[in-house]
């Protein structure tokens, strides 16, 4: 879908979950009818169609395919593991990683551990989707191509 209103026209729906999370994050959180309501429906397919995808990584250790991913608190990198790799076994601070599999998760972290930041939210869930399979540069195009 592509936006018809805001600063975002043209845009596709797709790209704004990719890359404006913060927005999309918004935009759910407003009374809707019209454009918007459409824009509410079609994030939500999108972010659950984002959460449906398999890590297409492997494990950070053993190489295996990765089911999930971990982040440090006030950090946006994220390490790749199978579902029998402990990070916390292999020397992880405890009680300091946050694991993540979801788009929602993603931008808990950020919100709860970064302050919030807009471009960390952006980094987070570009690397969450890096993870799953989605090209490093990303436009509208691959956008569309990776969230149909």
């Not at 790799?85 to 972290?109: E, F, I, M």
Request: proline share 5%; with cysteine.
């Amino acid at each position: 879908m592509q936006v018809t209103f805001g600063k975002y026209v043209g845009k596709s729906s797709q790209f704004l979950v990719l890359k404006e999370p913060g927005y999309i994050r918004w935009a759910l959180g407003q009374s809707a009818n019209g454009p918007m309501a459409k824009l509410q429906a079609e994030a939500k397919r999108h972010i659950h169609d984002f959460d449906a995808k398999p890590f297409k990584a492997v494990c950070a250790e053993c190489k295996q395919p990765a089911v999930r991913a971990t982040a440090y608190q006030n950090n946006t990198d994220l390490v790749a593991w199978c579902a029998n790799c402990d990070p916390y076994s292999l020397g992880a601070n405890s009680g300091k990683l946050t694991v993540l599999t979801t788009w929602s998760q993603a931008l808990r972290h950020v919100e709860f551990t970064c302050a919030n930041r807009k471009g960390d939210q952006a980094a987070i869930i570009k690397e969450l989707g890096r993870l799953k399979g989605a090209p490093a540069r990303l436009g509208d195009v691959q956008a569309v191509s990776f969230l149909p």
